[in-house]
């Protein structure tokens, strides 16, 4: 941990017990008045911490709070995966200014840690269904002075929201509840309920531009369940699958949720794909050697195949 980084931990989980202490409300409620006193001036932190002080900050004290509460459909992001989602559409798109999507925006810590990776060069939409979750995500993202519009909605009914050059998203997995409007989708399950997350993937397409990529946080057993043949021949119609990479299972705390992260490129006229599909297991992210074998190989397929 850096000090400054601490040091507004710190204050901002004692800013929170303070209000949740005078005011009848859960830890995370609190945190966003906080927040919200903060963005208002009521609040100010000593000195001048740097946007990713303040997001890692919030992230913490988000954490506590979700640790309070147990939201199991509502698992933030670890930083490492963020920095890491980060670090791959730095490598693959290569537009001056970038546009990014995440329909599933949570508390914003993935969108927030892949702009701030990034610099000044993006602007970005985030979709949340959750009000606590998306309010949260809006005052970070003011407070880090990241220019985000937030749509409080189901990401899969119709967006307000241009294609984008990017997708990136920590997908909700399971079964979707609305069979009426899963109906409209192609990835709808032919025998009974669909999968969210294939419908979240079919949307996202839907909103990027053609040659753009899209960056999925997936359960490592995407292509294994039984409506995987039907999301194969999805793929290969709309998009060029780029990578598909296993992550090491200490990020997670059920070994059951294992997770992968799925590139993809949608499909544009005079686009190819690459020759291989880069296929590679992420080693544990703590270890600095094993992390730069690993870029390495990313490095090389991509100059091989792009
Ligand atoms: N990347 C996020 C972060 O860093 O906080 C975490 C994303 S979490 C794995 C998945 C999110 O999808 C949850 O916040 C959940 O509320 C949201 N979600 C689930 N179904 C949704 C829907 N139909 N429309 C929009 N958001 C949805």
Redesign the pocket.
């Known amino acids: 941990m850096n000090s400054e980084m601490e040091k507004l931990f710190y204050w901002l989980e004692s800013e929170t017990t303070n209000i949740q202490q005078q005011e009848d409300l859960s830890y995370l409620e609190s945190l966003l008045a906080a927040t919200d006193k903060w963005l208002d001036g009521d609040l100010r932190p000593e000195g001048t911490p740097s946007k990713e002080d303040i997001r890692k900050a919030i992230q913490l004290t988000?954490l506590k709070g979700m640790q309070e509460n147990v939201q199991p459909?509502?698992?933030?992001?670890p930083d490492a995966l963020?920095l890491l989602i980060g670090y791959l559409v730095d490598l693959f798109v290569k537009e001056e200014a970038i546009s990014i999507l995440?329909?599933?925006?949570?508390?914003?810590?993935?969108?927030l840690?892949v702009m701030n990776h990034l610099g000044d060069r993006t602007r970005a939409a985030g979709?949340?269904?959750?009000d606590l979750?998306i309010r949260l995500?809006a005052n970070t993202g003011n407070l880090v002075e990241q220019p985000v519009m937030f749509y409080l909605?189901?990401?899969?009914q119709p967006l307000l929201i241009d294609p984008v050059d990017a997708v990136v998203?920590?997908?909700?997995?399971g079964y979707?509840p609305h069979d009426d409007h899963a109906a409209e989708f192609e990835l709808k399950g032919e025998e009974g309920m669909s999968y969210?997350h294939h419908l979240?993937i079919e949307q996202s397409l839907k909103h990027t531009k053609e040659g753009g990529y899209l960056f999925f946080?997936v359960p490592q057993a995407l292509f294994e369940s039984p409506q995987a043949p039907q999301l194969h021949s999805f793929l290969k119609a709309n998009a060029h699958i780029q990578s598909v990479m296993e992550l090491p299972s200490n990020l997670f705390k059920n070994a059951g949720h294992a997770k992968g992260i799925l590139v993809l490129q949608k499909k544009k006229e005079g686009l190819r794909a690459p020759k291989e599909v880069l296929l590679a297991k992420v080693p544990n992210m703590s270890q600095p050697q094993s992390m730069s074998k690993f870029f390495m190989q990313v490095n090389a397929w991509f100059k091989d195949n792009k």
Not at 73 to 77: A, F, G, L, S
Not at 127 to 130: L, M, P, R, S
Not at 153 to 156: C, S
Not at 169 to 173: A, M, Q, R, T
């Open positions: 988000v459909h509502h698992q933030m992001t963020g995440d329909p599933a925006v949570g508390t914003g810590n993935l969108l840690t979709v949340e269904i959750d979750l995500a909605q189901d990401a899969l998203s920590d997908l909700p997995v979707y969210a979240f946080v």
